[in-house]
């Protein structure tokens, strides 16, 4: 079996050129399971080899629109690109609205004007599924996904694990540390999780309460005991322009955790599996 993940977008909220919004995909055996679909996800997906109408899973994380704003984009160019198989979107409550909303509500008039030209409506509305709970989301004969709610910005948000040929893979949107998604995260064979900047950086923030930086990523990854661990979602560089900081920040990561720890970057590959 062949399993590889790919980091689409590692960036976050600023549009940095380097980085498209946070975006990832495990392929198992060539079906694609996409995990949230930030700004720029895509055009990313298209440079990955994966077009979009191919990608009939998709995963959100929550509802910041780093993480969901190129979903209406996906959902209306699936369509238009003639999807074979329905869509099927999980993601924590309000996201059926935000799906209605932000296609058909939104692009009412460009829909109108293809459906009167004959487009088949088919692929134009998602299913929507909302996670209520913890717990297994998608059971199939050769993955499983599973989900627990995190702490983010008072929303509802959601990590999520899939267990594939004997691997288990557990991405992270945004979030801070807590028992439950320690637990979670136990003994993974690859954490995806966010290091938004440094704990100085985060501190002189607003929102910096809501985000992990180096000290708080190593500690979960030496509490779950992971085997290995990509780095994500660079808030700091999209500020700063530092283009250094993520490798420093990986370089701290390393001195509490003695896994393999990689900063992130658009178009990583890992063979999981194969």
């Given at each position: 079996?062949?399993?590889?993940?790919?980091?689409?977008?590692?960036?976050?909220?600023?549009?940095?050129?380097?980085?498209?919004?946070?975006?990832?995909?495990?392929?198992?055996?060539?079906?694609?399971?996409?995990?949230d679909c930030g700004p720029g996800a895509t055009r990313a997906l298209a440079r990955a080899g994966f077009p979009a109408e191919n990608v009939n899973l998709l995963f959100l994380t929550h509802l910041h629109f780093d993480h969901c704003g190129d979903c209406p984009y996906f959902v209306l160019l699936g369509w238009n690109n003639t999807r074979?198989?329905?869509?099927?979107?999980?993601?924590?409550?309000?996201?059926?609205?935000?799906?209605?909303?932000?296609?058909?509500?939104a692009w009412e008039v460009d829909i109108a004007t293809r459906l009167a030209h004959g487009k088949d409506p088919f692929g134009l509305d998602p299913e929507?599924?909302?996670?209520a709970e913890a717990g297994d989301?998608?059971?199939?004969?050769?993955?499983?996904?599973?989900?627990?709610?995190?702490?983010?910005?008072?929303m509802d948000t959601f990590a999520f694990a899939v267990e594939t040929?004997?691997?288990?893979?557990?991405?992270i949107g945004d979030t801070t540390p807590s028992p439950q998604l320690s637990e979670f995260c136990r003994e993974a064979d690859?954490?995806?999780?966010?290091?938004?900047?440094?704990?100085?950086?985060?501190?002189?923030?607003?929102?910096?309460?809501?985000?992990?930086?180096?000290a708080t990523v190593?500690?979960?990854?030496?509490?779950?005991?992971?085997k290995r661990l990509v780095l994500k979602h660079f808030v700091i560089e999209d500020i700063t322009g530092d283009l250094e900081v993520a490798e420093r920040m990986a370089e701290e990561v390393r001195g509490i955790y003695n896994g393999e720890v990689i900063a992130g970057f658009d178009g990583l590959e890992l063979v999981l599996e194969d």
């Open positions: 079996m062949s399993v590889t993940f790919v980091l689409l977008g590692s960036g976050a909220v600023r549009a940095n050129p380097r980085r498209v919004g946070p975006s990832q995909l495990l392929v198992v055996d060539g079906e694609v399971l996409m995990f074979k198989k329905p869509l099927r979107i999980f993601g924590p409550p309000h996201t059926q609205e935000f799906v209605e909303k932000g296609v058909r509500a929507v599924v909302e996670i989301l998608l059971v199939r004969e050769r993955f499983k996904v599973a989900a627990v709610p995190t702490e983010h910005a008072d040929a004997g691997k288990r893979i557990v991405i690859l954490l995806v999780c966010e290091c938004s900047g440094t704990a100085e950086f985060l501190a002189q923030q607003p929102w910096g309460k809501w985000h992990m930086n180096p190593g500690a979960l990854a030496v509490e779950a005991k992971v």
